[in-house]
């Protein structure tokens, strides 16, 4: 009788430890719940009262970003990533078996349908007026972040950072209470940030570089607030249309050929792909004496490395290697 008495209350100890254990957890986690985020989102603070539970992403660099900080679990939809925007293979099988919401276009229809409470894009990144916007957005509950780059839209800048895309990784690790286990990655990239800045130090001559991102007629390029003329800067070199004071604007074959670039950066999506590009700039018989087009000096970017996202930074290095052999002498790959 007593090794029975025992034994049950072994197990009720047991029992109310567990039940004071879990009512502890949900305590913190309702008070971390409770305890509001406020985050400056294209230059106003946006506040944010819950750790989001359903989140959706739109294109491939925003969605990248999501799961760099591993987040895929909470990730219930996306949209934007057609096969020429294709992912990093590092992130495709942690977005097997989320549903794609839409090809193209941000559809608010199937974001209630999965009763999203969080979206991340940006403008022109999904995000447009008269379409899908935070505002409207806020009318069904759902809270948004905004990508940094696609900020210049809505508010002025003075530049664009090598380090912006981890900015607004900070500031989604911090929505969703995930900065601890992710300081030290995000600390990485910006300490190779700082050491790339080292390298390039002191350079006496910066090669030209044209951004060609797709368009015929008229090119489409990069301006000075896009993620490539930081990655430019950063790599010792200097944006051909750093003038235009836009992110993804268009240019003119006449600029082009005035400013006769060193370097030509591919962006490597829609249809042709990087080798059509490359071949659509050589046979255009008005660019034949451009300097990047005579030496054939070509730099292939995906989409989702050429727009802010965790891969910037390697691309930068790599750029850098190009631009500046002589600074990687002796230097590890």
């Not at 050929?257 to 950066?265: D, F, G, L, S």
Request: one cysteine or more; aromatic letters at 8%.
């Amino acid at each position: 009788m007593l090794c029975l008495n025992s034994h049950w209350r072994v197990r009720a100890a047991v029992f109310l430890a567990t039940l004071l254990a879990l009512g502890g957890a949900a305590r913190a986690e309702r008070a971390e719940r409770a305890r509001p985020v406020v985050i400056d989102v294209c230059g106003k603070p946006v506040t944010y009262t819950a750790v989001p539970q359903r989140a959706v992403t739109h294109d491939s660099n925003i969605t990248e970003m999501f799961l760099f900080l591993g987040l895929g679990p909470k990730l219930v939809g996306y949209s934007g990533i057609a096969g020429d925007k294709e992912l990093s293979p590092a992130y495709r099988a942690a977005l097997a078996g989320v549903p794609d919401l839409s090809r193209k276009s941000m559809n608010l229809e199937s974001m209630l349908g999965v009763r999203a409470d969080f979206v991340f894009a940006g403008w022109n990144y999904g995000f447009r007026a008269g379409g899908v916007t935070p505002e409207l957005l806020a009318r069904y509950a759902i809270d948004s972040y905004v990508l940094r780059e696609s900020c210049i839209h809505v508010q002025k800048r003075e530049r664009v950072s090598l380090v912006d895309g981890v900015a607004d990784m900070r500031n989604l690790a911090r929505i969703f209470d995930v900065e601890e286990r992710n300081a030290d990655r995000l600390g990485a990239i910006e300490t190779r940030v700082h050491a790339l800045a080292e390298r390039m130090r002191g350079l006496e001559k910066r090669p030209r570089v044209f951004v060609f991102d797709s368009g015929q007629r008229l090119p489409v390029t990069v301006g000075r607030f896009g993620m490539p003329h930081a990655m430019i800067e950063a790599a010792g070199g200097e944006n051909i249309f750093s003038d235009i004071e836009s992110n993804w604007p268009t240019g003119n074959w006449e600029d082009v050929i005035a400013r006769n670039p060193e370097w030509i950066i591919i962006v490597d999506y829609g249809q042709p792909d990087a080798q059509g590009k490359i071949d659509f700039l050589l046979g255009k018989r008005e660019l034949s004496q451009v300097s990047a087009i005579r030496n054939r000096r070509f730099f292939v970017m995906r989409y989702a490395q050429a727009t802010p996202g965790p891969g910037n930074v390697d691309m930068a290095e790599a750029l850098a290697r190009k631009l500046h052999p002589e600074r990687f002498v002796g230097a590890q790959k």
